[in-house]
């Protein structure tokens, strides 16, 4: 009996397909000719490039998975990773701040708001002539961002009032649009929050200040405040109280494609080590030729190859992420254990290439530097190595 003939095409857990690859070049060769120049002067002075919102929106990289008529691209999930991933290889910064905007506001809002809110605020996302964040942490909700969230929202009339604080939120200086979680019903907990879009001209907000960070600078990242600030009860999104179903599922979501970062900067620490080892000579001969710098190369092509295996697999799966799931089964698992491994063996990628660059590697603007300095963040943003563990236990052991 003859065996069937296996496709040509790569099965979407493991490879791309030739459309899919079309696409990861697009957003790749863009950002090495657009966003990479940008980097070291977004990194010496934390500053954002105002144009660079516009451009991806022009790109056609905004508001992927949100419908043509609506002002999106009528894409996939899927897409959306592999653009994080093209952008990440030049210019880590701007993809955590493409990511921000494109998942964790436009794309919670197009899954889960009213028509009302997605015809008023989804256009000018997709085009890039607003900035978009997400509000979720505060001084002391981070890890248990839900339980100990103090942020409230009062009705009065046909309005909300909110106040509270929101910590570490990044584009949250450069924002339009704040797709804000807040307490509706303090007695009921995490089942007592609902999710407002304010507006950054909204009477009682204001960015209380911009954060310094070691890492992703230009990205930019701010404490937010509202003070009495008055949301349109209209900018309800979802169900009063019903917000932990938005919350959740846009999670799951987020550390799917975050993972994508750090396959993106993985790849470029690997390309900068492999050329440094073929043009340094130390011994009147070429770094590379040492058979410990070509072990160190081969574990970080290991480690690059599985992190894509798994992430576009997680990626596969969450594409048929329905409206509503996600924080609980197999995808909350599978999302945990992505971002996880990614992120980790990320951190391990780029500590190796600074070590075959060594004392260069070691200077504050080199872009292995800058890779170095960024990585730690991918092991605490979208929830900490330790919460994305319990996850997974909690999962395995349900």
Not at 162 to 174: F, M
Not at 273 to 279: M, S
Request: aromatic share 8%; glycine share 10%.
């Amino acid at each position: 009996m003859n065996a069937p003939a296996l496709p040509n095409a790569p099965h979407p857990s493991f490879g791309l397909t030739p459309e899919q690859q079309e696409i990861l070049d697009l957003a790749s060769g863009f950002a090495r000719d657009e966003l990479g120049p940008l980097q070291s002067r977004m990194d010496d002075e934390e500053w954002w490039p105002d144009h660079v919102m516009p451009l991806l929106g022009k790109m056609g990289f905004l508001g992927v998975t949100v419908s043509p008529e609506e002002g999106g691209a009528g894409s996939d999930f899927f897409t959306s990773g592999l653009i994080a991933q093209g952008l990440a290889r030049w210019n880590h910064s701007i993809a955590l701040s493409y990511v921000a905007h494109e998942n964790l506001c436009l794309n919670n809002i197009a899954r889960n708001a009213s028509p009302e809110i997605r015809a008023r605020y989804l256009p000018g996302l997709c085009d890039g002539s607003m900035i978009g964040c997400l509000g979720l942490t505060e001084p002391g909700a981070g890890s248990d961002a839900l339980g100990s969230m103090a942020t409230t929202a009062r009705r009065e009339g046909e309005s909300y009032v909110l106040n509270g604080r929101k910590l570490y939120i990044t584009n949250g200086p450069v924002a339009d649009v704040i797709l804000v979680y807040a307490k509706t019903d303090r007695a009921a907990g995490a089942k007592g929050i609902s999710a407002f879009v304010v507006e950054k001209d909204f009477p009682g907000f204001k960015v209380a200040q911009k954060l310094d960070k070691m890492g992703f600078r230009g990205s930019t990242t701010a404490e937010l405040l509202f003070d009495d600030c008055v949301v349109p009860a209209a900018n309800l999104v979802g169900a009063e109280n019903k917000g932990v179903g938005v919350v959740m599922s846009g999670l799951d979501l987020e550390r799917a494609i975050v993972a994508m970062i750090n396959v993106g900067m993985a790849e470029r620490a690997l390309d900068l080590a492999i050329d440094y080892a073929k043009t340094r000579t130390q011994f009147n001969r070429l770094i590379g030729d040492f058979q410990l710098v070509q072990g160190k190369l081969a574990e970080m092509y290991v480690a690059v190859e599985t992190m894509k295996t798994f992430c576009y697999r997680t990626l596969a799966e969450a594409n048929a992420l329905d409206h509503g799931a996600g924080g609980r089964g197999e995808i909350h698992k599978l999302t945990a254990a992505a971002i996880m491994y990614a992120a980790e063996q990320c951190t391990r990628v780029v500590s190796d290439a600074v070590q075959i660059f060594g004392g260069t590697g070691y200077m504050r603007e080199s872009e292995i530097n800058r890779l170095y300095r960024a990585s730690k963040l991918l092991e605490i943003g979208a929830g900490t190595t330790e919460i994305r563990k319990v996850i997974i236990a909690g999962e395995l052991l349900r």
